[in-house]
């Protein structure tokens, strides 16, 4: 597999990150994950104005233009030969002259990391038979709206997540409602068929599927409600997902072992996936031209 890697294109084996790069030694860096279908990239400007939003909360400059960046990535895919696939992007602080807490003051060059990841469709059984997931107590820090490479939090969530032989996990504030999955955004459905998801906020990654979700649902005439939801209102739910860039629309069918409504993937989440595809193939046919830029 042939990645970018601080400047040049090299088999993965070869590409590596200075034991001084900020990144290795603080977990300063922001990354960004984006889907190509068929060479198109699903909402790949939004995933750019993110990228963009997490660079400048920390103060990081762009290593290249948004346009340059676009390129690479395309370079990374056709030397691959991969048309479909997940583009990890990843933007490290660099090595500064010295250590230091405080950002460098001399100019320290980012380093740009690309690496495609194969696309994995979300399966047949996955799309009716829906994900388990647990719930545990959300360990991350005040600033989940950036895309920060520091997972450690919700590494350690995922990995209780496994432990308990369930598929993912939804972390829990303080006040016992939802912030969303270790690496996706959380919805419910109520009974009266109102879809509930958190609203962007400084506790969560404003996601680029929710987002896209939400506005595809209210344009159906669907009811979507940005409200933190408890994890005591599960309990009632109709059906419950989850979106993220690399799964598109997933239904949950069990939480902490209780079956979300009937205990299988619902109608409302079979049809917001579908018209999440519906857009994703009318995006890449040039259909949608959305040209609204992604405010965090
Ligand atoms: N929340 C977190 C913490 C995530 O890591 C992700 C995946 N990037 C998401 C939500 C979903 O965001 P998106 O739809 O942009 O992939």
Aim: glycine share 6%.
């Amino acid at each position: 597999m042939i990645v970018y890697n601080n400047g040049v294109y090299c088999p993965l084996m070869q590409a590596a990150a200075s034991v001084q790069d900020r990144g290795y030694q603080f977990g300063d860096g922001v990354y960004e994950v984006i889907h190509y279908t068929d060479h198109h990239g699903v909402d790949e400007d939004w995933h750019l104005d993110r990228l963009d939003y997490s660079l400048a909360q920390l103060q990081i400059p762009w290593p290249m233009s948004p346009t340059a960046l676009k390129q690479c990535i395309r370079q990374v895919r056709l030397k691959n030969n991969l048309s479909t696939v997940n583009i990890y992007i990843s933007i490290t602080r660099g090595v500064p002259v010295t250590r230091d807490f405080a950002f460098p003051k001399r100019f320290c060059p980012p380093v740009l990391t690309i690496i495609p990841y194969r696309h994995k469709p979300v399966s047949q059984g996955l799309r009716t038979k829906g994900m388990t997931v647990i719930t545990a107590p959300d360990l991350r820090w005040g600033r989940c709206d950036i895309k920060a490479i520091a997972l450690l939090a919700p590494s350690m969530a995922k990995q209780s997540a496994t432990e308990a032989g369930a598929d993912d996990v939804w972390m829990v504030d303080d006040q016992g409602f939802i912030t969303e999955g270790s690496s996706c955004n959380a919805f419910m459905v109520t009974q009266a068929g109102e879809i509930l998801t958190r609203p962007p906020s400084h506790a969560i990654l404003k996601g680029i599927t929710r987002t896209r979700l939400i506005a595809l649902a209210r344009a159906a005439g669907l009811r979507v409600t940005e409200r933190p939801f408890a994890v005591s209102e599960l309990n009632d739910a109709a059906e419950a997902f989850i979106t993220r860039t690399t799964g598109f629309v997933i239904p949950v069918t069990r939480v902490d072992q209780n079956p979300v409504g009937l205990g299988q993937a619902g109608s409302v989440t079979h049809n917001l996936l579908s018209l999440y595809e519906t857009f994703v193939q009318e995006q890449k046919h040039g259909h949608i031209t959305d040209t609204t830029r992604f405010a965090v």
